[in-house]
């Protein structure tokens, strides 16, 4: 398989990696052009040269993939240069590394109308995405085309189980009649988001509701309901460009939060 063929898997897959490759060669160097892709843990396909060089620039992918930044690295090759790596080739290598982050991956808990919305807007953001529902004639492959997965149950709490929730779920909650029962669900798993379609008297009511069933104060905490930003949405389209937004300010937060604890 062609390097590049991989890099394509992967990100259809949503996974997060760097991308290494020589982008200016001057003088003697391992080789002048070259790419390498470079996991979190350090492990890599593909070669920029191998050596010394190439060990440096896996840790600057590294370092790379945990600020999820991309950057251009350089270095002289030459043991007696100044500022140069312990090499006696003597050129001069510049790599552009290029970060693949995941993207938020969308979990549509209901398949309704907003539901159908939403998945529009994610295949024009490629956000990958899965529709959980408990009637088989709303959630089916002709209506949602681009899903990852379609889940359907008659209990929409089995079917919910089977998508997987975790660290990079961002669930929406619009369900025909089952709400409550599939927020408490999704309260049990550690998700980026949960946003629930509702209004204040019904959030109210839910909320009483899953407290009297133990689930807790903080636990309920994480939900963002009403849903979306505020922007004085009306149809189904306006709301479900707000909920998107919502989500996209919130995954952007996290990243730069995480940057900023990595860098203290």
């Known amino acids: 398989m062609l390097l590049m063929e991989k890099?394509?898997?992967?990100?259809?897959?949503?996974?997060t990696f760097a991308l290494a490759m020589i982008i200016e060669s001057k003088g003697s160097t391992p080789r002048h052009v070259g790419k390498m892709i470079v996991y979190r843990d350090g492990t890599i396909e593909g070669t920029v040269g191998g050596g010394l060089a190439e060990h440096y620039i896996i840790e600057e992918s590294v370092k790379a993939l945990h600020i999820?930044?991309?950057?251009?690295?350089e270095y002289k090759l030459n043991r007696h240069a100044k500022d140069g790596i312990q090499m006696s080739c003597g050129g001069t290598l510049r790599v552009f590394i290029e970060v693949y982050t995941s993207r938020p991956e969308l979990v549509l808990a209901g398949a309704g109308h907003l539901a159908y919305a939403l998945?529009?807007?994610?295949?024009s953001l490629e956000y990958p995405y899965c529709v959980v529902d408990?009637?088989?004639d709303y959630c089916t492959?002709?209506?949602f085309p681009n899903a990852t997965n379609?889940?359907?149950n008659e209990d929409i709490e089995e079917a919910l189980l089977e998508a997987n929730l975790n660290e990079k779920s961002y669930v929406t909650i619009v369900t025909k009649d089952g709400d409550d029962r599939v927020l408490k669900t999704v309260l049990q798993f550690p998700i980026a988001y949960v946003g629930m379609v509702a209004s204040k008297r019904k959030v109210i009511t839910i909320f009483e509701k899953l407290k009297s069933e133990g689930v807790t104060q903080e636990q309920l905490e994480q939900v963002y309901s009403p849903i979306g930003l505020e922007m004085s949405a009306e149809t189904t389209q306006?709301?479900?460009i707000s909920i998107i937004g919502e989500i996209i300010k919130i995954s952007k937060e996290k990243k730069h939060t995480k940057v900023k604890q990595l860098s203290r």
């Open 238 to 240: 306006e709301i479900a």
């Open 141 to 143: 492959k002709e209506r």
């Open 7 to 15: 890099v394509a898997i992967l990100n259809r897959q949503n996974e």
């Open 150 to 152: 379609l889940f359907v």
């Open 119 to 123: 998945s529009m807007l994610a295949d």
């Open 134 to 136: 408990d009637r088989m």
């Open 68 to 73: 999820g930044q991309s950057k251009i690295v």
